[in-house]
């Protein structure tokens, strides 16, 4: 029997929309599910940021294994949005897999593997994984008609980014059967938006930090004085 989502909002503005990720990041839920819900808050504020999503819209939180990540419903209908980590410690089972799992014994010998020619290939292995699974998600929502996939990198290395651009998009490519609307890959405060698409770019998170990120005491916000108020 299908449960409830964890988490259901309608949002008609920016400030609503704020006020969504600010009970969405604060919320009592298990620790994957908070892992998911703040790669998902930056991917929603850095498209917010750069007129990318239209308002009103429906946010749905899904339990694990109902579903995609978050179904959101806009004025074209109700898509999925699925979150999955590229994390560096697949960096040891990508290097077995071309060294037919063979004992790694010095990392310096494989030092010539670029950190973009390493994030692309483990992007082009994730996405390959999640086309597997998408069809769980279509009979778990019915009604939805695509779906998105983010994928979060550590962000942990200093990477060109139009090298890294290029290198995903050439990775995709190489899939026979690719069936998300959009795949879209964050690292660090850099999201490669629609890798898969016409509209590729690279976008940067904004700076400014939003108000319901800053600490909740006022008087932490403003200069210290000699007198209490």
């Keep these: 029997m299908k449960r409830a989502p964890l988490f259901y909002r309608t949002v ?50 899904h339990r694990q294994g109902q579903g995609p990540d978050f179904t959101v419903c806009d004025g074209n209908g109700l898509f999925g949005v699925e979150m999955t980590k590229v994390t560096t410690a697949d960096y040891q089972v990508w290097l077995k897999r071309r060294q037919n799992y063979r004992r790694i014994r010095d990392m310096s010998d494989y030092m010539n593997h670029r950190p973009e020619q390493r994030v692309s290939a483990l992007a082009g292995v994730r996405v390959l994984r999640k086309n597997y699974k998408i069809e769980n998600y279509f009979a778990s929502v019915p009604e939805m008609s695509q779906c998105d996939l983010v994928l979060e990198e550590d ?7 139009a090298v890294l651009m290029e290198l995903l998009r050439a990775e995709i490519k190489k899939l026979r059967i690719q069936r998300y609307r959009r795949i879209s890959m964050l690292s660090g405060s850099v999201l490669y938006y629609a890798i898969n698409t016409d509209d590729a770019q690279i976008i940067h998170a904004p700076e400014v930090i939003p108000q319901w990120l800053k600490p909740g005491r006022a008087m932490l916000q403003t200069p210290l004085t000699t007198a209490w108020h």
Excluded: S
């Design 12 to 61: 008609y503005d920016e400030q609503a929309l704020d006020d969504c990720f600010h009970d969405l990041i604060h919320a009592k839920v298990a620790e994957q599910d908070k892992i998911e819900i703040g790669c998902l808050i930056q991917y929603f504020m850095i498209l917010k940021a750069n007129r990318l999503i239209q308002l009103p819209l429906d946010f749905y939180k």
């Design 155 to 161: 962000g942990d290395t200093a990477m060109n980014e």
